[in-house]
């Protein structure tokens, strides 16, 4: 309101001046409630768009009505607000990376001295304090790494450290589920232990803002609702960069470390919505890693559609061919010149006929084909089988 009432004292000033003034531009900076709770928290707004507005032109009318000067019309710059709600991002979890898991047999041999300690952690926790045994479980995988640096501890035994602690942690995290005073370092044990999920996109090509500037999104499953989701996870994209991940998400009036999601069902798909991200994000994500765009779709509302939608049309994402050649290279030389190496391979008796063919046809339906994953489900990966030259 200050600032508009500013703006507003320049403008009559100016128009008292002589100056010829018709247009008051209030710029941007209207909010968005990202997190829906609807408070003055940094991912949300305590107003509303409308009570904005009113604000706005009761400040400029009152002011210009003061100062006896015409009222201006008023131009906005909300951007953001704007058009934030328009995109959705749709993306596949493809795969997981957890934590190391599973059965610890140790009835064979005699286990390193370093192991019966752990284990002996792990199945008396009634007799530690839950802090305590986390501290001395840290304290035996840390002696655990220091000893198969030095190389008195076998690769094995390494192993088996790490997944007794990891299966300590997982412990006391059960243990304190239901407590409302945990410890600081006890808290994040939800944050270490989380599973990874491998999703097919692109965080520098469609969530740009959450890695440069922290942006929060709002972030969902969008089917299999009637579920409960059972695991803690952050999310991970399919470039090489380790800072292409998501573990920022959305709470109410806060920030959470893990998000919410269901375990993945084999080949089943399991899909992702990040929302709110039609604020530039699609126009200023780059192609770190060559990527590139990713299929586009543009849905309508339509009541009298038997779905209540439409799709106006879809537009493919980038091919791998497409990304070459922004990058110079031509997609039929390079499919001429793994020609020219089979041929001479075949020649060689290095590969047969067939299976050069093979090599030739998939190497140019995966060079015409999408950047992004393909799951398997949806086309069939073609298996070239190793042959040995003759007389070899």
């Known amino acids: 309101k200050k600032a508009v009432v500013e703006a507003t004292r320049f403008y009559c000033e100016l128009k008292r001046m002589g100056f010829p003034m018709g247009l008051l531009d209030v710029g941007g900076g209207l909010g968005i409630d990202y ?28 002011i210009c009505e003061e100062s006896k000067v015409a009222l201006p019309d008023i131009v906005s710059e909300s951007g953001r607000a704007l058009v934030a709600p328009h995109s959705i991002l749709i993306f596949e979890a493809v795969d997981r990376i957890t934590r190391d898991e599973g059965k610890v047999d140790l009835s064979k041999g005699k286990p390193h001295q370093l192991i019966r300690e752990l284990e002996a952690i792990r199945k008396n926790k009634r007799k530690f304090d839950p802090l305590e045994r986390y501290h001395d479980a840290k304290e035996k995988r840390e002696e655990a790494h220091a000893r198969f640096s030095l190389g008195n501890l076998k690769l094995e035994e390494r192993a088996l450290a790490d997944r007794l602690f990891w299966d300590i942690c997982r412990q006391i995290r059960a243990d304190l589920a239901h407590s409302s005073d945990i410890p600081d370092e006890l808290a994040r044990l939800d944050s270490m232990l989380a599973e990874q999920y491998v999703c097919n996109f692109s965080v520098f090509q469609s969530l740009l803002d959450h890695w440069a500037l922290d942006q929060l999104f709002p972030i969902a499953p969008i089917h299999r609702l009637n579920e409960r989701p059972t695991v803690q996870a952050t999310l991970v994209d399919i470039t090489c960069d380790s800072d292409g991940k998501v573990d920022d998400f959305i709470d109410l009036e806060d920030v959470r470390k893990t998000l919410a999601l269901h375990p993945l069902k084999g080949d089943k798909p ?123």
Not at 37 to 47: F, I, Q, T, V
Not at 53 to 59: E, G, L
Not at 322 to 333: K, V
Request: hydrophobic share 35%; net charge negative.
């Open 35 to 62: 997190d829906g709770s609807r408070s003055a928290y940094e991912s949300s707004m305590n107003y509303s768009m409308e009570g904005y507005a009113r604000d706005v032109v009761a400040n400029i009318k009152q």
């Open 270 to 392: 399991y899909y992702i919505g990040a929302f709110m991200v039609g604020a530039y994000q699609d126009i200023m994500g780059d192609l770190h890693n060559l990527f590139g765009r990713v299929n586009e779709a543009h849905v309508f509302l339509e009541d009298d559609e038997a779905d209540g939608f439409y799709i106006e049309e879809s537009i493919p994402g980038y091919s791998v061919e497409r990304i070459l050649g922004m990058i110079q290279y031509n997609a039929e030389d390079l499919c001429r010149m793994l020609k020219r190496q089979v041929d001479k391979a075949t020649k060689a008796d290095s590969v047969r006929p067939r299976e050069g063919v093979a090599m030739v046809d998939l190497y140019e339906r995966l060079i015409r084909g999408r950047t992004y994953l393909i799951p398997a489900r949806e086309e069939k990966a073609v298996t070239l089988k190793k042959v040995r030259p003759k007389g070899k």
